[in-house]
């Protein structure tokens, strides 16, 4: 028997954390203008040492004001989606939930979108906006996946489908009719990094993101008991009702900040945390924080090819994983129809 | 923690708990209804049900499908509120206990949902640690020892290793039984345990049943609709009929051919054997014939 240990929990997260910081460098040097390894690592340590003001300003500017800001907004939207996936396959007992399949992407984009269109003024009103509409598109699609008083796994991919696609109709729907200026709308609703975020709105998404994934954490235990079914997980002595309660609000938070930072980047917290599933197992206790680091890597990497394949040019990194991920939803499909 | 330390701090919970002797479960005029909607008319009801148990006693529920079996055992989980009537675990009310302590008390084996994400055996016994667990809930040695100590009592200890969707019907039948076991319950609940098994795979979970009652001093309920291991395995038999408790007593009281018939809907032979024990043998319509023994 090799139960969970403190030790492996932190070995692994200690190698993902490494693995991580290395995507980060190697973000920080890719991008239309190509930079060094040993510029990079001589501007870091410069900074390290707080010696910041002998930077070169192009470099400043590229490197700390630029890269390292979005970079730093991929981490946490990468986290908040891989762990509100991850928490959304658990609650729902189905490997193929996602704040993107269920819907719960648009909505918080609806919200969004509203709140930008209604209270541009108020920084604030866009992520509380965001939330609600998840919240409400959440429970929405809970209610549209019960069947008889029981969760119905394909009514409710179904009704996820649905209501993503109802509320994409609403959001073409107000932009065009908003008199706003919401050109930049269409490349934010595919997700993408590149919107530079106030910096009240990054503390707002830091104590947000550390909130929610420190709420999912403290339920991973009874995550893994609820995956064997609710009535069994109350019968080993899990208060379902609870754990439910504190897992939709969270998951509803961390993609609302997510998408209200970044918009709808599909499939990170579909695969993320399948992948990390295959590599360390499927209990919570450890899939949380691994696929927090792993989904920060996965859209770090990939808003860095996003950067370079078509440079100068930019995708948003939302068509890059969708470009992977729609292939390995479709064969994750089939291996669970087998 | 050995084993002989765990039944230690088992008689000395026992001891702590019953004073005088009080019976360990006592069922007391327990009844429910269902209904689709609040206000509409009840779909099916469990008319008032009285029964007791004590320690080291196997309890058998029988009764036809839809007969209100696992509803009566959904109210002794304490997951049911009883429409009237109370259900008590030593001398307390079951549905006033925490989900925590009331899963350190009571386990309840219900038929299996699939595993979403299948676990390790080991992890998956371990969940039956989890009402004691703190924090994480990470595995402590005595919890550890106990899986083990479970998984052996089943005689699966083998399997710790392996993964629950690479064993088969009969193995994850007794690592189920074994995560309940880990529970340390004064009562085990098992909701038709020999549903997909073989009779021989039937006869040797029963026989262990019975072993582990005696061993770890524990209150076992089974509901089934197989007669004749009722019969061999059950020391006092309740029999529902339509959401009515019809008889409770030994399988020799209950066990009357014209009840049983009118029950069952079938034909029957019941003949008292060797050890008192009734044997129920079923007769084609057509001749009047015994073809099978239940």
Known sequence: MRPLTLRRLLWTCGSLSAVLFVVIVLALKLGAVPISVTDLVMSLGRVAIGRSDRLPADYR??????????????????????????????????????????????????????????????????????????????????????????????????????????????IMFLMTLSSRDLRGMPFWLMGDLSTPQPSELQWIFLVGLIVGIGAIYTTAADLNLLLTGEREAAHLGVEVTRVKLVVYVAASLLTALAVSASGAIGYIGLLVPHAMRFLFGSDYRILIPTSALGGAIAIVAADALARTVAAPTELPVGAVTAIAGAPIFIYLLRRRMR | MSTSDANATLAARDAAASPIEL?????????????HQRRSAPMFTLGATS????????????????????????????????????????????????????????????????????????????????????????????????????????????????????????????????????????????????????????????????????????????????????????????????????????????????????????????????AGRPRVSLRSRSDGEARRTM
Not at chain 1, 62 to 89: C, H, K, N, T, Y
Not at chain 2, 23 to 29: G, I, K, S
Request: glycine share 8%; net charge neutral; charged share 20%.
């Open chain 1, 61 to 170: 500017l590229i490197v700390f004001d630029l890269r390292l800001p979005r970079i730093f907004l991929g981490v946490m939207v990468g986290a908040a989606l891989s762990v509100a996936g991850a928490a959304f396959q658990a609650l729902l007992r189905n490997p193929l939930a996602d704040p993107y399949v269920l819907g719960v992407s648009s909505g918080s984009a609806t919200g969004a979108l509203i709140a930008l269109i209604v209270a541009p003024q108020f920084a604030l009103a866009t992520p509380l906006a965001a939330f609600l509409g998840a919240v409400i598109t959440i429970t929405g699609v809970y209610l549209l996946g019960l069947r008889d008083g029981n969760l119905d796994s394909t009514t409710l991919l179904l009704g996820g489908i649905i209501c993503a696609s109802f509320l994409s109709s609403i």
């Open chain 2, 23 to 35: 019976p360990r479960l006592a069922v007391e005029q327990a009844s429910y209804a269902y209904a």
């Open chain 2, 51 to 274: 029964f007791q148990a004590r320690q080291r006693e196997v309890v058998a529920i029988l009764g036809p499908n839809a007969s209100g079996k696992s509803t009566l055992m959904q109210i002794i989980s304490g997951a049911l509120k009883p429409l009237s009537g109370r259900v008590l675990l030593d001398g307390v009310e079951i549905r006033t206990l925490g989900t925590r302590t009331r899963a350190q008390r009571i386990a309840f084996v219900e038929q299996q949902s699939p595993l979403v994400f299948p676990a390790s055996v080991g992890d998956y016994v371990l969940q039956g640690r989890h009402a004691y667990g703190r924090a994480l809930h990470l595995a402590t040695e005595e919890d550890i020892v106990l899986a083990m100590n479970a998984l052996a009592q089943v005689g699966a200890e083998h399997l710790a290793d392996r993964r629950m969707d690479q064993i088969s019907g009969g193995e994850k039948q007794r690592v189920i039984l074994a995560r309940a076991l880990a529970q340390q319950p004064l009562l085990l609940l098992l909701d038709e345990p020999t549903l997909h098994l073989d009779i021989g795979a039937q006869v040797d979970l029963l026989e262990r049943l019975r072993r582990l009652c005696e061993e770890n001093r524990q209150t076992v309920i089974v509901v089934t609709h197989e007669l004749g291991l009722a019969a061999e395995f059950a020391d006092q038999v309740v029999l529902l009929h339509k959401g009515k408790c019809l008889r409770v007593g030994t399988a020799a009281e209950v066990y009357q051919r014209e009840l049983l018939e009118q029950v069952f809907g079938a034909s029957m032979d019941v003949e008292i054997g060797p």
